[in-house]
């Protein structure tokens, strides 16, 4: 096995939600197809000028990208509005991966997309964010010039075509062309080196093992515990003091499912020599550790 595909893996394990904003969602049928009311029942009949105007963007198969996203593992949302963008921001950025049109509406020329993606890498400029622009534009170069325009800190991602990062905030430009069902892999390949590494797959692996046993650590502190801990305040001096003692508590049963998950084989010999070979700083192994055959990597 490559680290590459060790790095998937781990990415795999953390990802649980993606949102895609996409005009095409919401695209209107044709006049011909539009169902009309019933004369008598409820409003009248729809008019010609009411009719649903055809939509002329690239479609967007939403069934097929929800399930692909599925097949995953994760719980894909989409939407129409554009102005999810700027009136839900935050809520957007719970999502784990977010799948955005270039162009949103009539006469975009792409600002709204990179205003978003701007806003995204300055309000939490720490935060890992992972962000596709999946677009029908075939101008990659005036992609690339708006995204400046909004973005001067944005770099080229070495050795990956239509990557880009602003900080944390990992940019991949994917081209629409009926992929739907294989984006999501498409995007786990992309970003997976992107994002990886030794010790971020660790993270990665221990994120995932929490979220599986959620249920677990919330059955450890069930509401019959609350008498107990009521009393031991009432009987502690200064009673405050308690208020602390729920924080170890809590991060020994975190713990406990990382132990049990055995988050620490992601750092073991093989897969170490795996990321010295994957790596691209070949005197790393030369100058730190000798030969790979000799048996001086030793697992914990």
Not at 159 to 184: F, M, Q, W
Request: charged residues 20%; negative net charge; aromatic residues 6%.
């Amino acid at each position: 096995m490559t680290f590459k595909n060790r790095s998937i893996g781990a990415l795999q394990a953390y990802l649980r939600t993606a949102a895609v904003i996409d005009d095409a969602a919401l695209k209107l049928q044709s006049r011909e197809a539009a169902p009309l009311s019933t004369p008598g029942r409820g409003r009248p009949p729809l008019q010609q000028s009411d009719a649903p105007r055809a939509f002329n963007g690239a479609t967007l198969d939403v069934p097929a990208l929800v399930d692909a996203f599925l097949e995953q593992g994760i719980l894909c949302t989409v939407f129409g509005r554009k102005e999810v963008l700027t009136d839900n921001i935050d809520a957007l950025l719970r999502s784990d991966i977010l799948v955005v049109d270039w162009i949103l509406f009539d006469d975009d020329d792409g600002s709204m997309t990179a205003s978003f993606i701007h806003e995204c890498a300055v309000r939490h400029p720490h935060a890992l964010h992972m962000i596709c622009i999946y677009t029908s534009t075939n101008d990659l170069g005036a992609i690339e010039q708006k995204l400046r325009e909004f973005s001067p800190d944005l770099k080229n991602v070495q050795d990956t075509p239509r990557a880009y990062s602003i900080g944390s905030t990992y940019v991949l430009i994917v081209d629409k062309n009926n992929r739907e069902e294989t984006l999501p892999n498409l995007l786990l390949d992309a970003f997976a080196p992107l994002v990886g590494g030794l010790l971020r797959n660790a993270v990665f692996h221990s994120i995932g093992a929490i979220r599986n046993n959620t249920h677990a650590l919330l059955d450890r502190f069930h509401s019959d515990l609350d008498p107990a801990f009521i009393t031991h305040r009432v009987y502690s001096t200064p009673c405050e003091d308690t208020e602390q003692h729920i924080i170890p508590l809590i991060c020994s049963e975190i713990g406990n499912i990382l132990r049990q998950e055995k988050i620490s084989d992601n750092l073991n010999k093989t897969i170490t020599r795996e990321w010295i070979e994957d790596t691209t700083i070949h005197t790393l192994s030369e100058n730190v550790f000798p030969s790979p055959s000799q048996d001086v990597l030793h697992d914990a």
